[in-house]
């Protein structure tokens, strides 16, 4: 495994969350980086990117005004707010082929394990 996400969990709507990715392996110290999710049944889908300075996000319009990506040195967040039950899913973080951000899981050479995120109704 190249990343570890962690943070998910069960939460009622309305709540919120903080996804934690971390770098053990330390791949996405230069390269921009992702969180995708994928629901039961769907495919995988993305939610939002970061560059690799951090001074430049991304996000899906599912998660725009709602989510906000950040990074330090050492690990890549997404804070969840007003979750809905339509964000549940397993978030998946990635690292990027380059250094900026991107919507294209093509983009993503190194993935996570996923952390589950259930938002009850």
């Known amino acids: 495994v190249q990343l570890q996400a962690s943070g998910g969990g069960l939460v009622q709507a309305g709540g919120s969350l903080r996804l934690s990715c971390a770098d053990p392996?330390?791949?996405?110290?230069?390269?921009?980086v992702g969180w995708f999710r994928q629901a039961p049944g769907k495919d995988r889908e993305y939610v939002a990117s970061?560059?690799?300075?951090?001074?430049d996000t991304d996000y899906a319009d599912s998660a725009k005004g709602r989510f906000t990506i950040s990074r330090d040195n050492a690990k890549v967040y997404l804070q969840m707010n007003s979750l809905r039950p339509e964000d549940t899913a397993v978030y998946y973080c990635a690292s990027a082929l380059g250094p900026s951000t991107s919507a294209n899981n093509r983009g993503y050479r190194y993935w996570g394990q996923g952390t589950l995120v259930t938002v009850s109704s």
């Open positions: 970061i560059n690799w300075r951090g001074t």
């Open positions: 392996r330390r791949t996405f110290s230069n390269n921009g």
